[in-house]
């Protein structure tokens, strides 16, 4: 069965430092998202992304965020200078298409910055 | 409450029974949908329901909807105990936003 997948499983980084989370959707799937949990917390809306663009995101998703799809397979979140508070679970997401579909989840990076 | 509030919080049950976990939100939606986590894991999808749908099922889940009190239940029957885990549901809202809004969950313990 088709999954979707995210490398690394988990990411120490510094703070300030630059981090890219990796996302391979399930290849027939439009729409992809990304969504966190900061440990104990609900899961959080962070971005969407349809036809090489953004097309929804959160007051989360601020100028140290970018998404991109930089090939017919992959799609990454970057933040270009991380905070402590960025640690959180990542979750990356995709579905068929939007509105009425399920939107199927990978397994997390769990990213922690020190 | 926020969009998507479950209760209760914590439930916990003996092998065999059934488990039922509740949801409430506040805007109109376009579908609801049900996910597992199990503890530090990814989030997996379980089952959909459309705004115009009253019920659903899926192996041992039970959905619910009921639109004109905003609210859904989730039942799992003859509970094992490897469905302990934590239970969320999440709404798609009715405008054009796609993104789901996710309740704070149903840690669920089936004890054997």
């Known amino acids: 069965e088709p999954e979707v997948t995210q490398t690394p499983s988990h990411q120490v980084t510094q703070m300030g430092q630059e981090v890219i989370l990796r996302c391979v959707p399930i290849?027939?799937?439009?729409?992809f998202y990304w969504y966190r949990q900061i440990l104990g917390q609900k899961v959080e809306f962070l971005v969407s992304?349809?036809?090489?663009?953004?097309?929804?995101k959160s007051e989360i998703f601020d100028d140290q965020f970018s998404v991109e799809r930089p090939d017919g397979s992959n799609f990454t979140l970057k933040i270009r200078s991380t905070k402590l508070e960025d640690s959180a679970m990542y979750f990356c997401?995709?579905?068929?298409?939007?509105?009425?579909?399920?939107?199927?989840f990978g397994p997390g990076t769990r990213l922690t910055v020190t | 409450s926020q969009q998507g509030e479950e209760d209760p919080q914590a439930l916990s049950i003996q092998e065999g029974e059934n488990a039922t976990m509740n949801c409430s939100y506040k805007?109109?939606?376009?579908?609801l949908q049900w996910y597992r986590q199990n503890s530090g894991r990814g989030l997996v999808h379980l089952i959909l329901?459309?705004?115009?749908?009253r019920e659903k099922h899926s192996g041992r889940l039970r959905v619910t909807l009921d639109t004109s009190k905003k609210s859904s239940s989730l039942l799992i029957t003859a509970s094992r105990a490897a469905d302990t885990a934590s239970y969320f549901c999440?709404?798609?809202?009715?405008?054009?936003?796609?993104?789901?809004?996710f309740g704070s969950g149903t840690r669920l313990l089936v004890r054997p």
């Open positions: 997401a995709s579905s068929v298409l939007a509105g009425g579909y399920e939107q199927y």
């Open positions: 290849s027939n799937h439009l729409y």
């Open positions: 992304f349809y036809n090489n663009e953004i097309s929804e």
């Open positions: 805007t109109s939606i376009n579908n």
């Open positions: 329901i459309r705004s115009n749908e």
């Open positions: 999440a709404t798609v809202r009715m405008d054009s936003s796609y993104k789901l809004i």
